[in-house]
Nanobody, 114 residues
Framework: QVRLVESGGGLVQPGGSLRLSCAAS????????MSWYRQAPGKEREWVAG????????NYADSVKGRFTISRDNAKRTVLLQMNSLKPEDTAVYYC???????WGQGTQVTVSS
């Protein structure tokens, strides 16, 4: 069925950048809006960014506007999250999600620390 595999996380200093990738399978990717979520220690999972089927419509949480960019490549069945000007409060496990399904991958850890 639906499979989502996140990658690209790591340890980065404040002000640095990371690019996360999500490889999707098990559904018609080009027909599905996609989102990125994150979950910090001791907190609930929160929505970060969303993108429409063709990539033209994007939305962001206020906390990441101007710093993060979501994009997609339907031919490669991949959704990306470019993260710039990272802050310690961005530290979390990041997950991608197909809006039409309640399926989650393993996530990828992002740690922003000096």
């Amino acid at each position: 069925q639906v499979r989502l595999v996140e990658s690209g996380g790591g340890l980065v200093q404040p002000g640095g950048s990371l690019r996360l990738s999500c490889a999707a399978s098990g559904f018609t990717f080009s027909w599905s809006p996609m989102s990125w979520y994150r979950q910090a220690p001791g907190k609930e999972r929160e929505w970060v960014a969303g993108i429409g089927t063709a990539g033209g419509a994007t939305n962001y949480a206020d906390s990441v506007k101007g710093r993060f960019t979501i994009s997609r490549d339907n031919a490669k069945r991949t959704v990306l999250l470019q993260m710039n000007s990272l802050k310690p409060e961005d530290t979390a496990v990041y997950y991608c999600k197909a809006t039409r399904f309640d399926s989650w991958g393993q996530g990828t850890q992002v740690t922003v620390s000096s």
